[in-house]
């Protein structure tokens, strides 16, 4: 038991999670949010993973996206699975960097992201990704396709998310790519945020 919580501590960390309060015993399954604790339950059995089937989390801001993907992702470190988060815009800028600095380093960090058992990629396209950027995205998914687990955190919805490429048909290459196996949860309701921590 010690060895397997070291195990899910050090994969934390890695994960960058480790700091995080987020939890699926935590999840609160009110009507208006739309939640079905049944594939949540699905979810926590980390079968999708070995399965390497997606999940897109799409919803208004403040309705518990990344909160979920966080909680999936503890679940996968306590599990056993090596998982990492990653701000999308932040990540397709520092693949724009390593490209710079070489097809080795760019290379070698592409492999690095394409055998990421559980891959969690927050904020999707809050910002129009550039004709370059979107060339990187593409290389990733495409790495991953079939073979490993992503979860997307998304305030667009995925049927509109070709719309926000510079290049529509590598915008629907990519959606396709994501959406032909994956469980969807289209969170709704008010923002969770004013719930939570509304002042006095």
Known sequence: MRIK???AERLLRQASLFNTYANVDLLEYIPERNIDKALIDRLCSCAYIDEAVNVIVTGAAGTGKSFIARALGVQACNEGFRTRIFNLRALLKELELRDK????????RLRYLSRIPRLILDEWFACSPTKTELVFLHELIDSRYGRHATIVCSQMPSENWAQYCPNKALGESISGRILAHCYCIRLEGEDMRKTHFERP
């Open 5 to 7: 919580q070291a195990k």
């Open 101 to 108: 600095a070489g097809d080795d380093v760019y290379e070698k």
